[in-house]
């Protein structure tokens, strides 16, 4: 009984020894959740109407043992720099570019940028100057949907022509399909906490005008734009893995 026990005992530790891998001796798979932060800088169409944003988010993928890498991500734009933003609101200000409440006081209007990417990644790892086989330079394609538009905060909405549907009519809506690169340098450490990765990012976007109709311009815009945006972008990473012990005592 003793001797089925231990061999069956050594079976088991044998499987487990394979199912579980060593980041610093082997190509391994693992599946990654990730946060990201980038700050971007804004190119093409964007760039004549906002300024630099941050972009946060996360995501998920799948690294092969080939270091292949395949995934998807969502972030979340921001910013606080619209340009011509007295323009803008322009048709219900004063001569001096105020808001009115309506019991006849200067409003406070505070204009934003506002958007979201999401889409599907796919990558490569070249483990060239890397500590091990899972670490290295890293590409990726990204394919996706950008939006973005102006947000307008009117406190305790006292603006009428700020209110419900008519707000829209000034937040240029716009969206369409974008196109990402990423060229970075991925980080996988022998400790599960400390894998990430950083570099550069460039994203196109060919995106229209979604409203209707602008009262700011007073027309339509039905004009096909060329959105870019420039960033670093940073990830810190916790990867799914059964890590190999040490060693087997029996």
């Known amino acids: 009984m003793k001797k089925i026990i231990l061999l069956l005992a050594f079976i088991f530790l044998s499987y487990q020894a394979k199912t579980q891998v060593s980041v610093k001796d ?33 995501g998920v993928q799948i690294k092969t043992k080939k270091n292949w890498l ?51 990644k796919a990558g490569k790892i070249f483990p060239v100057f890397g ?16 939006q973005h538009k102006i947000k307008i905060v009117n406190p305790n909405n ?23 690169e990423f060229l970075g340098y991925m980080y996988m450490g022998n400790k599960r906490l400390v894998t990430f990765y950083a570099g550069f990012e460039f994203t196109q976007a060919f995106t229209k005008c979604r409203r209707e109709y602008n009262f700011n311009t007073m027309t339509r815009d039905t004009e096909q734009k060329y959105d870019f945006l420039y960033s670093f972008r940073f990830g810190w990473i916790i990867p799914l893995y059964k890590r190999a012990p040490k060693g087997y005592y029996y």
Request: glycine share 14%; with cysteine.
């Open 158 to 180: 006292t603006v009428p022509p700020l209110r419900g549907d008519y707000k829209k009519g000034y937040d240029e809506l716009a969206n369409g399909i974008s196109l990402t």
């Open 26 to 58: 082997s190509c391994i798979f693992s599946t990654m959740l990730y946060a990201t932060y980038a700050y971007q800088l804004p190119g093409g169409d964007l760039a004549k109407r906002f300024g630099g944003n941050s972009s946060v988010g996360g």
């Open 131 to 146: 500590s091990n086989p899972n670490s290295g330079i890293m590409v990726s394609l990204q394919p996706g949907f950008l």
């Open 70 to 120: 395949f995934g998807a991500e969502g972030n979340y734009l921001f910013g606080i720099k619209v340009k011509d933003e007295f323009s803008i609101l322009s048709n219900i200000s004063t001569s001096d570019s105020f808001l009115i409440t309506t019991d006849g006081q200067y409003a406070d209007v505070f204009l934003s940028e506002s958007g979201f990417a999401v889409g599907l």
